[in-house]
């Protein structure tokens, strides 16, 4: 809550690592 804009870019990032995971496996 404290730092809005850095949990916004963490969860894209975990969402791109997952699909990129999802497309490369």
């Known amino acids: ?3 809005p804009s850095c ?3 963490g ?3 975990k969402m791109r ?3 990129t995971a999802e ?3």
Do not use: I, L, Q, R
Request: glycine residues 0%; proline residues 0%.
């Open 23 to 25: 497309t490369t496996d």
């Open 1 to 3: 809550s404290k730092y």
């Open 7 to 9: 949990t916004s870019h």
């Open 11 to 13: 969860v894209a990032s």
């Open 17 to 19: 690592h997952e699909a």
